[in-house]
């Protein structure tokens, strides 16, 4: 398997539910990015890891949780959340997240409904 | 305040012509901006790119034109092809590897 996986593909879940967003990427990256795309919006950056470390969190509410146990693996925990979280949810990888020039490689997103 | 911007929203052109997706930014401190292509329940696909110091990439059927004194890039595909139906996103980074995103331009190439 190559590129970047993410699960589910589809996402429905209540207010008060738990659930998780996984990512893999399979390109022998260092750095992975989570984005939001809204409707009829642009791509926003949520939160960037580089090496396993988290070096961004573009102002995102504590509702949602990143974990980035390894290089390959990118996790986005939600809890508590509201309809406005209605979205795709995209995880990219790159090179690393320090180094220019470097294009990002994207997965196909989950698309997640609050009800 | 978007610093990138693609201000037409869809564009449509007959197969075997040209296609010329168009995107502005307003941060002078970018120096690195790619175009991806989106189709329907997919991810964003990396098309090309080019850096500040150039003012031309050309890659196959696409060529990426950059004019730093406007802030202004365009995508050019010639020839067109109903397969290069997509959303077409412009975006760009500065030091680092942050990605800025336009809204995006769909493309239609009808046959």
């Known amino acids: 398997e190559t590129g970047v996986t993410q699960t589910p593909r589809h996402l429905v879940m209540g207010m008060t539910n738990k659930k998780s967003l996984k990512c893999e990427q399979h390109l022998g990256h260092n750095a992975m990015y989570w984005y939001k795309q809204s409707a009829k919006k642009p791509l926003e950056l949520m939160f960037v890891?580089?090496?396993?470390?988290?070096?961004e969190n573009n102002s995102v509410p504590s509702r949602f949780s990143p974990e980035c146990p390894n290089s390959s693996h990118l996790f986005l925990h939600l809890h508590t959340l509201q309809p406005e979280d209605s979205a795709l949810y995209l995880c990219?990888?790159?090179?690393?997240?320090?180094?220019?020039?470097?294009?990002?490689?994207f997965g196909d997103g989950t698309r997640l409904s609050i009800l | 305040d978007q610093q990138v911007k693609q201000n037409s929203p869809s564009l449509s052109v007959q197969e075997g012509r040209i296609s010329i997706l168009n995107c502005d930014y307003t941060n002078s401190m970018f120096d690195y901006f790619l175009w991806y292509k989106k189709y329907p329940a997919e991810g964003p696909t990396f098309l090309i790119s080019i850096s500040s110091i150039k003012d031309k990439n050309e890659d196959g059927r696409f060529t990426v034109f950059l004019n730093k004194s406007a802030k202004h890039l365009s995508l050019h595909i010639v020839p067109s092809q109903p397969g290069d139906s997509a959303v077409y996103f412009c975006a760009a980074s500065g030091s680092g590897n942050k990605l800025v995103f336009g809204a995006g331009t769909i493309l239609r190439v009808k046959s």
């Open positions: 990219a990888s790159s090179q690393d997240g320090d180094g220019p020039n470097q294009p990002q490689h």
């Open positions: 890891y580089n090496f396993k470390e988290q070096t």
